[in-house]
């Protein structure tokens, strides 16, 4: 079967197309005939090598999969040849893409407990947008961050696949969407996806954007600042966040694609009794709710493209350049 790996960790070019065998499912686990998966920021953070994460080699990367079960385990039930499929790629086997082999292959064996059906409604392209991204927003912003109705959320890092996750799910819940972008470009889209405020750092301090768009916020007193921000990057805009969020408002993080060392000006914490909430990822309930709202209308994954498996290279090294908004679908087949 047609499959993308790489051999050893180094730059986007150590990724190959190569065929390899076909697998074969165990008891407990069902064959699927991988349609579509996306990309996902960790991606090329694999590829390189990650400090403490002990990748086997040779990899398949690729953790956000639709697809469809052709064949049953002889141990499994409850599901049917035909049905088509998420995967939650996540379990205590670790992770795909990371330490397990990913979807970017024709067929894969998956654990039955492990995959989740996909809606009438919802396409494979939808589908494939989940659960890091999409679920992880879910999780952060509400199952984590309790985000509310009403309440103004600033999003760090907007055009990316968390990103433009976060503006979608907030916006359906009411909240007003500052989306942050370095791009100038980028911002139409952003306030097409539902952002009420955008800020193009290229030219503007995101910090005194939100003052001028809500005032300075007080140690004392209402007003000032958003109620949320959501900062997954991490590095020097880390210790910023700070300074825009209202007293007793939440800083939400569920990564650091900019540094996980970022310095941290303490004072903010406890003079403006701000709260930070972290999130690891996403459970299957999320997974699950993003799901169903999809299929009843309440919003639609932003997809940048949809391209052949064999366009991964070119891909990757667009993610790597934020030359993209949202989420990047590779159709998986034959050649």
Same mark, same amino acid.
């Given at each position: 079967m047609r499959?993308?790996? *790489?051999?050893?960790?180094? =730059?986007?070019?150590? #990724?190959? &197309? @190569?065929?390899? =065998?076909?697998?074969?499912?165990?008891?407990?686990?069902?064959?699927?005939?991988v349609s579509s998966v996306t990309l996902n920021g960790f991606d090329p953070m694999?590829? @390189?090598?990650?400090?403490?994460?002990?990748?086997? #080699?040779?990899?398949? =990367?690729?953790? %956000? $999969?639709?697809?469809t079960v052709v064949e049953l385990g002889s141990e499994v039930s409850g599901v049917a040849i035909g049905q088509r499929v998420g995967i939650n790629p996540s379990s205590e086997k670790g992770m795909m893409g &990371?330490?397990?082999?990913?979807? #970017?292959? &024709? *067929?894969?064996?998956v654990e039955v407990r492990s995959l989740v059906p996909i809606p009438d409604k919802v396409t494979d392209h939808e589908a494939a947008c989940l659960p890091t991204a999409y679920g992880t927003a879910h999780r952060m912003l509400f199952t984590r961050g309790g985000l509310k109705s009403g309440e103004k959320v600033l999003i760090l890092g907007a055009s990316g696949g968390v990103g433009t996750a976060c503006i979608q799910l907030a916006k359906s819940a009411g909240a007003e969407v500052v989306a942050v972008t370095s791009s100038k470009a980028k911002t139409p889209a952003l306030r097409a996806l539902g952002a009420d405020h955008t800020i193009d750092t290229s030219s503007t301090d995101f910090v005194d954007a939100v003052w001028k768009l809500y005032g300075k916020p007080r140690t004392r007193g209402a007003g000032g600042g958003v109620?949320?921000?959501?900062?997954?990057?991490g590095g020097e805009s880390w210790a910023r966040?700070?300074?825009?969020?209202?007293?007793?408002?939440?800083? #939400?993080?569920?990564?650091?694609?900019?540094?996980?060392? =970022?310095?941290? %000006?303490?004072?903010?914490?406890?003079? *403006?009794?701000?709260? $930070?909430?972290?999130?690891?990822?996403?459970?299957?309930?999320d997974h699950v709710t993003v799901l169903d709202m999809i299929a009843d209308g309440r919003f639609k994954p932003r997809i940048d493209r949809v391209i052949d498996m064999g366009e991964i290279r070119a891909a990757l090294r667009d993610m790597v350049e934020r030359r993209f908004i949202g989420k990047i679908v590779l159709e998986v087949g034959p050649a």
């Open positions: 499959a993308i790996v *790489f051999d050893d960790h180094g =730059p986007i070019d150590n #990724l190959v &197309e @190569r065929d390899i =065998p076909k697998p074969v499912p165990d008891p407990d686990q069902c064959l699927i005939k694999v590829m @390189r090598g990650i400090p403490g994460l002990k990748t086997p #080699l040779p990899m398949i =990367p690729g953790a %956000d $999969i639709a697809g &990371e330490t397990r082999r990913g979807g #970017l292959c &024709e *067929f894969l064996a109620d949320v921000c959501v900062n997954y990057s966040s700070f300074r825009a969020v209202r007293r007793g408002g939440r800083i #939400l993080t569920c990564g650091a694609t900019g540094g996980y060392d =970022p310095k941290t %000006d303490i004072r903010y914490i406890w003079s *403006f009794e701000q709260t $930070i909430v972290g999130c690891n990822g996403w459970e299957t309930s």
